[in-house]
């Protein structure tokens, strides 16, 4: 596991995005999966009414959960692209909160944080 404090927060976002000192998380597949009990991951890589590509992860008793892929992450895959364990070896989960304190989940690439992305 591994946190970055963004210490500049200017420095590679796009002009008119505020970020002050935003805690950024990433954990890997394997943990978060054990940490969170799944006992299924989609096949294939699924996606959203919005066009957004995710992967779903779903526990032993049913209950399912979406984590979409960063915007930049999801540049290298496609709807349909094999969820295999190099795609899975290759991306981190990512954990920041939004200015409206929500806590948002998304697929990063692994040792690239998309911070922009984790915005969204």
């Given at each position: ?86 795609l899975l070896g ?31």
């Amino acid at each position: 596991m591994s946190t970055q404090e963004l210490q500049n927060p200017s420095m590679g976002i796009a002009e008119g995005v505020a970020i002050s000192a935003t805690k950024l998380r990433t954990v890997s597949i394997k943990a978060y999966v054990a940490e969170r009990g799944y006992a299924r991951i989609s096949s294939t890589v699924l996606e959203t009414v919005n066009k957004i590509p995710y992967i779903m992860f779903t526990t032993s008793e049913g209950v399912s959960d979406v984590v979409c892929f960063s915007k930049r992450t999801a540049e290298g895959v496609s709807v349909g692209t094999p969820v295999t364990k190099e795609l899975l070896g290759s991306l981190d989960i990512g954990f920041t909160t939004n200015a409206s304190g929500e806590e948002r989940v998304k697929l990063v690439t692994k040792g690239g944080m998309d911070i922009a992305g984790l915005l969204d």
